[in-house]
């Protein structure tokens, strides 16, 4: 009944399968077994796209046999998975077992608002992170660089989408806010759309168009509308914002993946109050590319950009090459991430161990200094 081959003409090469994840299924497909997407996860059960001859249907599949205590491993919205089918149907519905979980190429990981150094997964196997900022509201740079941040540390392309674009009829001042955003993420596309107009929202769907692209911002932001114009039809409901402070409430309550006309698949998120930084070194240092590359030219290898001689960064803040508020975005977020790190990482404690004695003497430094006690020597 289930088409098993694992080619490139395989019904589900629309959902993203490619001989990658065929080369990953290989193992499992002669046990009676059939590949699945997880397109949307709800209390123990996933929703899972199958090849059912040349179509596609829905499945759902019960996770008990890969129920974990780990939060990273957990199934997740984009997850591919192997899938038994042979259990009937429910409903429409054809009814499954999620046996395992082929192994992840990307992953959106957040940190959680436990005490505990954990990690949730927003969404896997992502190419694209569509980060949306609304510009019904001041523009939010910080938030920008956390956003951007860790989706660079996934694995996927950064996109910054300002939505709400209509909302600013000037194309002078719509350019300078564009400015603003691609000053917060070096290297990353910053497209102004409106899903009222349709401004952009052409260019934006021939970026991700092909591969799979994951919504992400806080709630608000236009993300529900926004899926809606790219999909073009109305698969998610759209509330409207509270005027008093442009925020709306969670219209999407699940992790959901939808299939675009013009090829490749979109994650919708419900919008996120807080992303917080999991070990996200490596895309700190391409978001803030920029400050990485003056701190090479100071001095001192551990300088802390602060009072030390030649120091190229500050040199940079004092000239106005660099603002004061990225240099602070920067810290921020590095002092964020190494807390984290350092809860389950020694090596890391260590680190902010010595970063704090350094920080300690450079304080009592700056008081000898006010107090006359003489200067670097």
Not at 118 to 130: C, F, T
Not at 237 to 244: S, Y
Not at 318 to 340: F, H, M, T, V, W
Request: charged residues 25%; proline residues 4%; aromatic residues 4%.
């Amino acid at each position: 009944m289930f088409d098993l081959d694992i080619s490139a003409a395989h019904p589900l090469t629309a959902y993203g399968w490619d001989d990658g994840f065929a080369e990953s299924f290989t193992p499992f497909a002669g046990q009676g077994f059939v590949p699945g997407r997880i397109v949307r996860v709800d209390r123990g059960r996933v929703d899972v796209v199958v090849a059912d001859g040349d179509a596609v249907r829905t499945a759902l599949a019960d996770t008990a046999l890969v129920a974990t205590g780990d939060p990273m491993r957990v199934p997740c919205t984009g997850d591919w998975a192997v899938i038994d089918v042979e259990n009937g149907r429910v409903g429409d519905h054809l009814d499954g077992v999620v046996r395992a979980l082929l192994p992840r190429r990307t992953a959106m990981v957040r940190s959680t608002s436990s005490k505990r150094s954990e990690g949730q997964i927003l969404a896997a196997n992502v190419d694209h992170a569509v980060i949306a900022v609304s510009l019904a509201e001041a523009l939010d740079l910080g938030r920008i660089e956390r956003f951007v941040s860790l989706g660079w540390e996934s694995g996927a392309q950064p996109v910054v989408v300002l939505t709400k674009a209509d909302l600013v009829p000037d194309p002078a001042a719509l350019g300078h806010l564009v400015a603003d955003a691609e000053s917060a993420a070096p290297g990353v596309q910053v497209l102004a759309v409106s899903a009222a107009s349709g401004e952009g929202i052409e260019v934006l769907a021939a970026v991700v168009a092909g591969g799979t692209s994951v919504l992400l911002g806080r709630s608000g932001a236009g993300k529900s509308t926004l899926a809606n114009a790219l999909v073009g039809a109305d698969v998610q409901d759209v509330q409207a914002i509270r005027d008093r402070d442009g925020k709306g409430r969670h219209t999407t309550t699940t992790r959901d993946l939808l299939a675009l006309p013009g090829g490749g698949v979109l994650i919708d998120t419900p919008g996120l109050r807080g992303v917080g930084m999991w070990d996200a070194e490596e895309g700190l240092a391409r978001t803030f590319s920029d400050v990485e590359a003056l701190a090479e030219r100071c001095r001192f290898a551990d300088c802390a950009h602060g009072a030390e001689p030649g120091c190229a960064v500050m040199e940079a803040v004092d000239s106005g090459a660099l603002s004061p508020r990225r240099l602070e975005s920067y810290r921020k977020l590095q002092r964020e991430n190494l807390r984290i790190v350092a809860k389950t990482d020694a090596r890391a404690r260590a680190v902010l161990r010595r970063d704090w004695k350094q920080k300690q003497a450079l304080g009592r430094h700056m008081m000898e200094r006010k107090r006359g006690g003489g200067g670097w020597d």
